[in-house]
């Protein structure tokens, strides 16, 4: 290859990578929504009374994922009960705000390990027994439950995976992964925080390197993070300690650091970054898995960059930087040592790669040095391939990168469709009774902290009211299933559920008034709702005048999609709360019967990690407002036997839902999905209005097109086999 077609190759894959991950404005947006995030979870678990700050770590923050690469989210939740010194120093004189105080030793583990020792449990323990009992279980209760029983305080980080006050029968745990629970497509770890540095992460500030990056301003800034404490001991596979203290032994993390180190390189780095995960998943995750890891090819892409001048971090010569950070794995691997970045004296191989496995691992990626361009001409993840190949005999051909299925355009769409859970499902196989008197104890935990902490956030207050709102519905399902059992039913109950519903109404989002108008349809409280229905017809009309989620839906653009990029995410996530409700399976008695039916679409769905749009978790059900609100005006008039405005309803629904059929569908990489979003459950909902009609043929109709638009995972297809059912039996008699 000579040196101007090496150029050539590296410019195309530059616009490639550009257009599918890596561009200053999706990456802008990506850390824009996940620092939002950061912010809005912490605010609400102190508004819950829970002394916790949320982090997100890893490639959707850091703007170095595909949507082929189907990456999960990394939360960190840091738990500020805890209150942790190095043995090196003094002990603090007096915790404040009720913090247990914690020992670090570091001096007799391995370098990345070190072990936690609580001062004075017995004495701590009184002193938190005084705390209010609806305090958080998990940072009280089980903490002292386990820890009790130790007479020499040292603290196993198996604690951070235990639940001694729940029944193994009612939960719903994800999957432990190193120090991570998975649930879902979320890794989430539990952590202390030492404000200190331990000695050994001094590594990354004192050792000698060329001097351009990381630059002193960021290193600088890096002294200042701390470290966090997880819960996981060394590899069992190693001789770093026995297998008596493996359950003693924390690890030290250095998470923030890594990620400001991230935060301060420019897209060209990231581009390189990207193509070499790329090239992992698809060469060298179906053979070694996780063993060869994310992190070790981020730790020789720190290295690359730091040993090599920065004048080579070209656009021309992507292809080339790509091969710089092959070349530091292969001599890591070469060497059987693989140095972490920022800490001193550790091998990340350790308990990973097998002895057998490292010359057939510099052999691998010796080949694929050699041959990068052709591996690269011939990937299959995000079409990388056939995309390239497509235009590689055009010269200077920028038009298949400036289509509607841009990354940022799929990436809004995306963040516009769904949002983050508030709550985990962790209680749907339990007792009523007992998910009534965890929900309650919620309810009183928000009531009591919920003011507290605003202040700097009260920006973000509209978010603590879409919570209540959330938690009024969560609450109130329950209520409504004993109701539905013939159970005795408490009004006073219910009415705290109605009383979280009536203070979410004042952040004036158009979702909290439709989920309150919801509960009074199931309820039975049918003059109530239908006093809400103008109300929030009115409101809608009014906000789809300013709302760009809402014209993104009627008309969707990349310029769309980049003023939603620009502007504020408070905005965007407002917006997006009024034209989108999301029900989890936890409120499933506040939406009418027939949309339960969505909460099954996740058993008609065949798709594979390759073939997802939009990741929709399929446990919820996601409705648009406006076709909903009509769907609950037809169903309430109709109890309410007001024949004209029943009809006028119906009329308002058809018409909304042939304006979500007219619009575009776009296409990425042969999967479809409707740009107006949850277009199927809208069909549906007026699928079976036309059924309560008696207008079979045209409800049938209705079922079909939304199947159309929509083949998987769609509750159309068990509307459709429920009127053939209907069908046969008619037969039969």
């Not at 620092?35 to 490639?59: C, D, M, P, Q, W």
């Amino acid at each position: 290859m000579d040196l101007t077609d090496d150029r050539d190759f590296s410019e195309r894959l530059s616009r490639f990578i550009d257009h599918i991950a890596v561009n200053e404005h999706l990456i802008q947006f990506r850390r824009k929504i996940m620092l939002y995030h950061e912010h809005v979870n912490t605010l609400k678990n102190k508004a819950s009374g829970r002394n916790r700050r949320t982090y997100i770590f890893g490639s959707q923050i850091e703007g170095t994922t595909t949507i082929g690469m189907m990456s999960d989210a990394d939360f960190l939740h840091r738990f500020d009960t805890f209150r942790l010194f190095l043995d090196s120093e003094n002990e603090p004189l007096q915790p404040h705000d009720h913090q247990i105080v914690i020992k670090v030793s570091i001096d007799e583990c391995a370098s990345q390990y070190c072990v936690l020792t609580m001062i004075e449990p017995s004495t701590q323990a009184r002193r938190f027994r005084k705390l209010d009992p609806i305090r958080d279980p998990v940072d009280i209760v089980t903490f002292f439950q386990r820890i009790g029983t130790l007479s020499d305080g040292m603290i196993p980080h198996t604690v951070m995976f235990e639940a001694i006050n729940q029944p193994s029968v009612i939960l719903k745990p994800g999957k432990r992964h190193g120090p991570a629970e998975n649930i879902g497509n979320n890794d989430i770890v539990r952590a202390y925080f030492c404000k200190s540095i331990p000695k050994q992460c001094m590594f990354v500030f004192e050792r000698p390197r060329p001097g351009h990056w990381p630059s002193e301003k960021t290193l600088k800034k890096a002294k200042k993070y701390g470290v966090f404490i997880v819960p996981q001991g060394p590899p069992k596979s190693t001789n770093i300690c026995t297998y008596d203290y493996f359950e003693y032994r924390w690890r030290i993390s250095t998470n923030l650091t890594e990620r400001l180190f991230m935060f301060s390189l420019d897209s060209l780095h990231l581009k390189a970054f990207v193509l070499t995960k790329m090239i992992r998943k698809e060469l060298f995750v179906p053979e070694y898995q996780d063993r060869l890891s994310t992190f070790h090819f981020k730790t020789a892409f720190f290295f690359a960059v730091e040993n090599t001048r920065p004048d080579v971090w070209r656009v021309d010569n992507l292809i080339n930087c790509v091969k710089y950070i092959f070349a530091t794995l292969k001599r890591f691997l070469t060497r059987r040592d693989c140095p972490h970045f920022t800490i001193k004296n550790v091998n990340l191989f350790d308990g990973k790669i097998e002895r057998h496995e490292f010359p057939k691992l510099v052999d691998k990626l010796a080949y694929v040095i050699n041959s990068l361009r052709t591996k690269l001409e011939h990937m299959q993840i995000d079409n990388m391939g056939k995309t390239l190949n497509k235009r590689s005999t055009i010269k200077n051909d920028r038009s298949i990168y400036c289509s509607n299925t841009s990354a940022l355009l799929m990436y809004v769409f995306r963040i516009c469709h769904l949002e983050m859970p508030t709550y985990n499902n962790h209680l749907l196989v339990a007792p009523v009774n007992y998910r009534k008197a965890e929900y309650e104890n919620e309810y009183t935990r928000f009531q009591t902290y919920y003011r507290a902490p605003l202040g700097k956030y009260r920006k973000y207050e509209f978010e603590l009211q879409s919570t209540m709102s959330t938690l009024a519905s969560i609450l109130a399902s329950v209520y409504l299933e004993e109701k539905a059992d013939g159970r005795e039913y408490n009004n006073d109950c219910i009415n705290k559920a109605r009383q979280m519903y009536t203070q979410s109404l004042k952040s004036d989002i158009i979702g909290n008034y439709m989920r309150y108008a919801s509960f009074l349809f199931c309820n039975g409280e049918y003059d109530a709702a239908c006093q809400y229905f103008d109300l929030i017809e009115n409101l809608i009309q009014e906000d789809t005048k300013s709302n760009l989620v809402n014209q993104l839906l009627i008309s969707p653009s990349e310029s769309l999609a980049l003023q939603i990029a620009k502007q504020s995410y408070e905005q965007t996530s407002k917006q997006r709360r009024s034209v989108f409700l999301i029900f989890s399976y936890e409120e499933a008695m506040c939406v009418p019967a027939f949309l339960r039916y969505e909460l099954c679409r996740g058993r008609l769905c065949t798709l594979t990690s390759s073939g997802v749009g939009l990741y929709i978790d399929y446990d919820l059900i996601c409705v648009q407002i406006e076709p909903y609100l009509y769907y609950l005006q037809y169903l309430t008039y109709r109890e309410l036997h007001k024949e004209p405005k029943q009809s006028e309803a119906l009329k308002k629904l058809s018409i909304i839902i042939e304006i979500i059929k007219s619009s575009r569908v776009i296409s990425f990489k042969k999967n479809a999905f409707a740009a107006h979003g949850f277009c199927d459950t809208s069909l549906n909902m007026l699928g079976h209005c036309l059924e309560l009609e008696q207008k079979w043929e045209s409800a049938w109709k209705n079922y079909t097109t939304s199947l159309r638009l929509q083949p998987e995972a769609n509750a159309a297809a068990l509307h459709l086999t429920r009127l053939l059912w209907q069908v046969i039996q008619s037969l039969r008699t």
